[in-house]
């Protein structure tokens, strides 16, 4: 294409441009949800559970037959796969055939112990319908439970817990994000002094294990919902974790466990700061002299500029909880304010990072 002639700016309008310009990277972003539906419906479909089950590579028609869609339509998702690298292909005698990546086999497939396939159930059926409101969350400033599910959000766990199937749901969405970020953030810190851990909101028990794998002299004990701590023993946490008990209480009311750490993983960030401080007051007043708190969360930069992934988790906050993500510095005053000292910030690189702080 020629270069336009520069024309300068016009009288009450932009400037033109020396050369035309393509908004890659708007487009990039309009078209995000096509990228995220795509790999919701794979996974959706078993799409990557079936190549991992015939250890060979396969045609389109014999996936399509093994997860009962069209042709036409495994033809366009597993194409739109392979364009996302998720797939690779092989021709033979001008036929396509598929296999797995090796993060396709290693994050979304059902069998994997990293299977991401329950966390990605999770956003495509219940955060991905949340996300339909968000210009409703911006202009009210609350959470679409309402609007998305037809349930009320006076009680935020009541909305988030609306149904047995959706509690086990988001129990699998944490245990799939503490089974890859997990031991980053528990071993950011040198947590070796602390025996008796306490993890609050400890939901599947899957941060819980990482501790005992991390520091085999420490037991775990798992604070949360009486429902939820039944859901755990039956689905996630077995006679073989011994290190691992449940104490069932809600933390806004009842009496906290006495513990020499204690761990708020993803907790305060669905909480506006008057929560946070009432239930930082709570634990400060449980722990011991020289015990400890560690905060589990996806810090934001002090200048504001980022990560990217947290600003977005901070917009999630606003669709889905009464809390936001917040800098290191805004986590600071909240946990000086409940009289905490000595906090230390650690970056883990990956999604979350850690804090730890001590009771004088």
Known sequence: MAELPDAGPTKGGPTTPATDVYPRKILEYMEGFLISKTVFTSCELGVFDVLLAAERQLSAEEISQAVGASLDGTQRLLAACTGLQLLNTHWDNGQVFYSNTEQSRVFLTRSSPLSLCQSIQYSSRTIYLCWHYLTDAVREGRNQYEKAFGVSSKDLFQALYRSDEEMVKFMHLMNSIWNICGRDVVT?????????????????????????????????????????????????????????????????????????????????????????????????????????????????????????????????????????????????????????????????????????????
């Open 188 to 360: 950011a810190f040198d947590l070796t002094p602390f025996k008796f851990i306490c993890d609050l909101g400890g939901c599947s028990g899957a941060l819980a294990k990482q501790c005992t794998l991390a520091y085999p002299e420490c037991t775990v004990t798992i604070f949360d919902l009486p429902k939820v701590v039944r859901v755990s023993g039956e689905h996630f946490v077995t006679e073989a974790d011994q290190r691992i008990s449940f104490h069932e209480g809600d933390f806004f009311k009842d009496s906290l466990p006495v513990a020499d750490l204690y761990i708020l993983a993803r907790i305060l960030h669905d909480w506006t700061d008057e929560c946070c401080i009432e239930l930082l007051c709570r634990i400060y007043k449980a722990c011991k002299p020289g015990g400890a708190v560690l905060l589990v969360e996806a810090l934001l930069n002090e200048d504001g500029s980022g990560p990217l992934t947290a600003q977005l988790y901070s917009l999630n906050m606003l669709v889905q909880t009464e809390g936001r993500e917040r800098t290191g510095a805004q986590y600071a005053a909240l946990l000086a304010a409940s009289g905490f000292t000595n906090i230390q910030h650690r970056l883990t690189g990956k999604i979350y990072d850690a804090i730890l702080v001590f009771r004088g």
